[in-house]
Structure formats: structure tokens, C-alpha cells
């Protein structure tokens, strides 16, 4: 089995070669997936540009975003030109103590936000030991998690899984080469 991941490796070398890079980025671009936490479902994280959202539900005009890292910021765009770029932010509010909450929905920007309690967290890739096929698993300081909540299954971080909103379904976001 080891030796099928080393030749599929060496097989798509050349491919994943020619993935995208946009101009100032950190490295090549890549679509999220989610794969939900117990079970074999992949679904593509697709992003409505009017209002910014993330979700799962293609009920709408939503469009898989091409992400990418620049200066330690995750950033997306929707065509191969990088302009417009969106700049990832995590849309929380106030508690009812006047604290700003440990969880709100993933969403993309351009421009800025006058929420005063939004985060523009620095997300991570972190490498898949088990499966190197499926790609990084973007994560935010490795604490917390996502999960897909409501009827559209927007995207929603929780620093703790009792945290927010509780029609949520737990997923993790994987990358995958654009090319």
C-alpha cells in the first residue's frame, strides 16, 4: 500500500507542477472540500461573491473559490486572475456579556468588515499523515473546528463544538490543487 501512494505521487508530480500561482501569492492555489467526521461524503465549498458567504448548499450563484495564501493570509479568488481577492475572516459577534464569541461563520471580504468583534485568523495547512491524497486540512492555530450549519450548511468555525448555533454538522476542509 505504501508503494501505491509513492507512484501515485510520482504519477500526478507533474500535474500538481502546473497548479496555479497567483501573482504575490505564498504558493499554489487550491479548492476546500469538506468531508464529513464519520462518514465517506465529500462536498466542494463553494462562495457567493454578493454576500460573501461560505457554504455547502448550491442553491444559488456560488462558485468554488480559488484560495490561496499571501503574507500568512488566506484569500480567495473566482477566476484565474486573482482580481477581485476576498481575504478570509471569521464573522463573530457579541455574547450576551458584551464578549465578542468563540465561534461565527467563515466568510470572505473585500475591503473590510465593521463588525468590531470579526477575526481575520491566521488559517494553517496541516499535512495529512494518513491519507496524503486528500491533501492539507486547513485549521485555525489547530484549535476548534467547522461545521456546516442550517438549511444552506453555511460554514461556521467553533473555537468548541458546543458553542453557537445547534444544527450543525462537523466537517473538515481539505485542499485540492487548482490546475
Known amino acids: ?21 497567483f501573482p504575490g ?3 499554489p492555489s487550491f479548492y476546500l472540500i ?32 480559488q484560495n490561496y495564501f499571501q503574507q500568512g493570509h488566506l484569500r480567495c479568488s473566482l477566476d484565474r486572475t486573482g482580481d477581485p481577492n476576498y481575504r478570509a475572516y471569521i464573522d463573530t459577534g457579541f455574547t450576551g456579556t458584551g464578549s465578542c464569541a468563540t465561534f461565527g ?5 473585500e475591503g473590510s468588515t465593521t463588525n468590531k468583534c470579526a477575526t481575520y485568523p491566521k488559517f494553517q495547512l496541516q499535512a495529512n499523515k494518513e491519507n496524503a491524497q486528500l491533501g492539507s486540512r486547513l485549521t485555525i492555530n489547530h484549535v476548534g473546528g467547522f461545521f456546516a ?31
Open 105 to 109: 461563520k467563515l466568510g470572505y471580504l
Open 25 to 27: 501569492a505564498d504558493g
Open 1 to 21: 500500500m505504501k508503494y501505491l501512494s509513492a507512484l501515485l505521487t510520482l504519477a500526478l508530480a507533474p500535474v500538481l507542477s502546473l497548479a496555479l500561482v
Open 34 to 65: 469538506a468531508v464529513s467526521l464519520g462518514t465517506s461524503s465529500v462536498r466542494p465549498v463553494l462562495f457567493d461573491s454578493s454576500s460573501g458567504a461560505v457554504t455547502l448548499q448550491d442553491n444559488g450563484p456560488k462558485f468554488p473559490a
Open 149 to 179: 450549519c442550517g438549511p444552506d450548511e453555511e460554514i461556521w468555525y467553533k473555537q468548541n463544538e458546543w458553542d453557537g448555533p445547534t444544527n450543525c454538522m462537523p466537517f473538515d476542509l481539505y485542499t485540492v490543487p487548482v490546475v
